[in-house]
């Protein structure tokens, strides 16, 4: 299922737009005072795949 979950994100982080408010997001959901370390470390890993592949 996560291998499923990242390809669809892939596929969507491959419109141009989304790859510009991308990091603006994730900085902002990793601001949430409520997550974890392990749920910040979530977030960043889709962003790294999409960083580097765009």
């Known amino acids: 299922m ?3 979950f990242l390809d669809a994100f892939r596929d969507a982080a ?3 737009g989304f790859a ?3 990091p603006a ?3 902002w959901r990793k601001r ?3 997550g974890t370390a ?3 470390a ?3 890993r ?3 795949r999409v960083t580097l592949e765009a």
């Open 20 to 22: 510009v408010v991308l």
């Open 25 to 27: 997001v994730a900085a």
């Open 46 to 48: 889709p962003l790294a």
């Open 38 to 40: 392990t749920e910040r």
């Open 32 to 34: 949430d005072r409520y």
């Open 42 to 44: 979530t977030i960043d």
């Open 14 to 16: 491959a419109d141009a």
């Open 2 to 4: 996560r291998a499923r």
